[in-house]
């Protein structure tokens, strides 16, 4: 009988131990923190009289999608080791030890960077925070609600590349302009304001308010900066005609392949059926990169 | 028989010699008997004549015959003789024609061995490391050990050259030893008294740095033995021989061995490692052998300096609303160069083997080590750096016992514990107070192999214990990462 409970034993052993998951697949991830399968009970009233208590705190109770380094903040009653933190909804949470004392309450502080997944729960969000004794005894679960940013493009008409890996893709828009021809937005040239001949008068605020421009030249030179999305965005009415978009594979920057995504946006609103995807591989580095290069990826006519 | 006497009657049977009484002519009187007997006797004698001179004559012809044929045997048996002389004499000639071309062949020897794991780790995750951009897969299949080794032995001057292949970080083919040395006195049973190296050889630091990968038991060395000496070679030159069973070994290195991070076998600063062990290695009795030894290291430690920056301006989202608001696009000035600085290290050993051998079930070995260092980890867990560490030194400290047991000729266990403790100083904040804590590492390794001259099977379960996770009240706590390695290894 002894001989057989060693298995057990060992079995039971092995299980031991914080989780080993490093929680990168959950809807908030805190880096450094130990990660906790499981969402933190909301339901049951915590706490008591000696049940340390947390107050979290925010700069912006607003949350982005996709954004990183969001600080969540706050102190804890002076009996708190850690605070737990978790979003509503996720499948795990977070253990955030406390830190040095708040010289103006006496408390105990914490502080930590979170970053959230590009796709998150439908609102109304809310992050539940949760003090604990060294005892392992938890305190009153604190619910802080935040409100969702929207993170599509804005403005009158937005054309929106995004891609998986950490290459140099550039986004071209072919577009006619108010005489009559046509002019690229890209990475060459980022706006579709056209420089006034000698003696003429500069473009007029409006004009330049009005001018359509690429937002960003993500990972250019292979300068990574991870946003992996560009947008040519028109703030206003764009001019009737026929729109034409190219993906230009600049560099893979040693990545294998880039899987692209490309959107037509109007007023906030997805375009039906203008989404395409495609892929980059080394054979698409190969071309020229100047004006009218890439691959032709959609075609529209105002 | 028969056919072979046939000759010799045929004149009898041709003459008559048994004709009829009756054969006489009628006018004639009959013979007498006398007459009849002395006629028959004459006809014999005549017969008999006849006889004798034909076998002499063919007495002749056979002796004729055989003369003939043994002349021509002779004469064959010469010829004979003449070629395989001549065969033999142009098989010496090649050959010492060989051994003169091959004589660079001489006292060199090729062995190798490859080592492919299985794992199964419970710290594994479908991800990338962040940083590195590596996987944390570690559920895989791995070639652990590739290795291909030639030594020579000329008396006077040994060497060696090993290779290893290894596909721990990708593939990869790299040096791992490269050794020459200067023997004093050239031949003998056990070391020779003086041995000068000059090379890329492993440190010299008690018994398991310099066990072969071949020959131990357990699939890796232990935690302290991984952090304190990475890769376990490093370039030098070393003094080592023995007498009697005295056993001693001197060397100076760069103190960059080659499984260190930042200058594998180069070495940043002009300070060099002096490592030394000096110890026992004696047969007690028949069944029982004894070694033990204490080594020590001295030597200097870098910490890179850094490179001066450019003024700049950043945005600091300060109130996290993803907008450009005032204040928070600051200037940030620029900032000098800071220069590098070398550190003190050193590390004290002692270690201890004794082996017993059981008759019917084979070899008992029992053996351990322990090791006291400072501001010397130098593998993947923790680096020391003082000087990072805001001027504090790091006092490692590092122990293990082990016992392997052959079970017959094909069987062998074994069970290890190791500890390693890479900064017996270390503290943690736990509501907002520093407390004494441990970083250290324990594993207790089981292992069972089968094993044939060609190669083994090895099967290891290791039980790790760390401080690394933290529990919900947010202390300290052991992070899962037991693992379950299968190990097929061939050598030849």
Same mark, same amino acid.
């Given at each position: ?5 060693? #298995? ?23 880096? =450094?923190?130990?990660?906790? *399968?499981?969402? +933190? ?14 107050? #979290? ?19 804890? =009653? ?29 408390? +105990? ?11 998150? *729960? ?80 500069? #473009? ?30 028109? *703030?206003?009415?764009?001019? #009737? ?10 560099? +893979? ?10 959107? +037509? ?38 | ?30 013979? @007498? ?25 063919? @007495? ?89 080794? @030639?030594?020579?032995? %000329? ?40 041995? &000068? ?21 357990? &699939? ?63 047969? $007690? ?62 590390? &004290? ?11 019917? $079930? ?19 867990? @923790? ?10 030194? &790091? ?28 900064? %017996?100083?270390?503290?943690? $904040? ?63």
């Amino acid at each position: 009988m002894r001989w057989a409970s060693i #298995p057990v034993c060992v079995w039971l052993t092995a299980c031991s131990g914080a989780d080993p998951g490093n929680g990168v697949g959950s809807y908030m991830y805190i880096q =450094g923190a130990q990660f906790i *399968p499981g969402a +933190l009970d909301t339901q049951t009233p915590g706490g008591g009289a000696a049940s340390p208590v947390v107050l #979290p705190t925010s700069l912006n109770y607003s949350i982005t999608p996709g954004t990183t380094g969001k600080t969540l903040a706050g102190t804890a =009653g002076t009996d708190a080791t850690a605070v737990l933190i978790g979003l509503v909804g996720d499948r795990g949470h977070w253990v955030v030890p406390v830190g040095s004392v708040d010289q103006s309450t006496g408390n +105990l502080t914490f502080s930590t960077k979170a970053s959230f997944a590009p796709t998150l *729960p439908p609102p109304p969000v809310a992050i539940a925070f949760q003090a604990v004794a060294r005892d392992g005894h938890g305190g009153p679960v604190q619910l802080q609600s935040f409100s969702l940013a929207s993170t599509a493009p804005q403005g009158e008409m937005v054309v929106s590349l995004d891609w998986d890996t950490e290459a140099d893709l550039d986004l071209r828009v072919t577009m006619p302009a108010a005489d009559g021809s046509t002019i690229e937005v890209g990475t060459r040239k980022r706006t579709s304001l056209v420089p006034p001949a000698p003696g003429d008068p500069a #473009p007029s605020d409006e004009q330049v308010q009005a001018a359509a421009y690429l937002d960003m030249d993500s990972n250019a030179q292979c300068v990574i900066d991870g946003r992996r999305q560009e947008n040519v965005v028109w *703030p206003a009415t764009p001019v #009737p005609g026929l729109y034409v978009v190219r993906v230009d594979t600049f560099s +893979l920057c040693g990545e294998a392949a880039a899987h692209w995504r490309l959107r +037509l946006v109007r007023n906030g609103e997805e375009v039906n059926g203008s989404i395409v995807s495609g892929q980059s591989n080394d054979v698409d580095t190969r071309f020229a990169h100047g004006a009218g290069a890439g691959a032709q990826a959609l075609v529209f006519q105002l | 028989m028969w056919l072979g006497a046939a000759p010799l009657l045929s004149p009898l049977l041709s003459r008559g010699a048994f004709a009829q009484s009756g054969d006489v002519a009628p006018d004639q009187a009959p013979p @007498t008997e006398a007459q009849r007997a002395e006629a028959v006797a004459a006809k014999a004698a005549s017969a008999t004549a006849e006889l004798t001179v034909e076998l002499a004559r063919q @007495t002749g012809e056979v002796a004729a015959l055989r003369a003939d044929f043994e002349r021509r045997l002779r004469e064959e048996q010469d010829k004979r003789e003449a070629a395989i002389a001549a065969e033999r004499e142009r098989a010496d000639a090649a050959l010492k024609e060989t051994r003169a071309s091959m004589a660079w062949i001489q006292g060199l020897s090729l062995g190798g061995f490859a080592q492919t794991d299985l794992s199964v780790r419970q710290s594994s995750s479908d991800q990338l490391n962040n940083s590195t951009g590596e996987p944390l897969n570690q559920n895989r299949f791995v070639l652990r050990r590739a290795r291909l080794r @030639t030594e020579i032995d %000329r008396g006077l001057v040994t060497g060696a050259l090993e290779l290893d292949g290894n596909t721990v970080n990708g593939p990869q083919m790299r040096v791992l030893n490269a050794e020459g040395t200067l023997r004093i006195p050239p031949v003998g049973a056990g070391p020779s008294l003086f041995g &000068l190296t000059v090379g890329l050889f492993k440190i010299p630091f008690g018994w398991e740095v310099i066990q072969s990968d071949r020959d131990r038991l357990f &699939l890796e060395r232990s935690i302290a033995a991984q952090e304190l000496f990475p890769g376990e070679y490093d370039l030098g030159a070393r003094l080592a021989g023995g007498w009697r069973y005295i056993r001693y070994a001197l060397a100076v290195q760069n103190g960059e061995p080659i499984g260190e991070k930042t200058f594998p076998v180069r070495d940043p600063n002009n300070v060099k490692d002096v490592t030394g062990r000096v110890g026992v290695e004696t047969p $007690l009795s028949p069944a029982v052998d004894f070694a033990a030894g204490f080594s020590g290291l001295k030597g200097k430690g870098f910490h890179k300096g850094t490179a001066a920056t450019k003024a700049g301006i950043v945005w600091n989202d300060r109130n996290d609303n993803s907008s450009v608001d005032a204040g928070e696009i600051v200037a940030v000035s620029a900032k000098s160069a800071t220069p590098s600085q070398n550190f003190d290290r050193h590390a &004290l050993g002692a270690d201890l083997r004794v082996v017993v051998r059981v008759p019917g $079930l084979g070899a008992t070995t029992a053996y351990g080590e322990v090791t006291w260092a400072k501001n010397l980890g130098r593998g993947s867990r @923790t680096i020391a750096d003082p000087v990072a560490n805001s001027g504090q030194d &790091l006092r490692e400290l590092g122990y293990y016992f082990a016992l392997v047991q052959d079970v017959g000729r094909f069987l062998q266990v074994g069970l290890r514990y190791d500890f390693y403790d890479p900064n %017996r100083d270390s503290t943690d $904040l736990q509501q907002a107070r520093q407390v004494p804590s441990s970083q250290s590492y324990q594993t207790w390794a089981f292992v069972a192999a089968a094993r044939i001259p060609a190669g083994r099977l090895i099967a290891e379960y290791d039980l790790n214990r760390n401080h690394n996770g933290r529990d919900s009240a947010g202390l300290p706590t052991n992070l899962a990462d037991n693992a379950f390695t299968l190990r097929a290894e061939v050598r030849f």
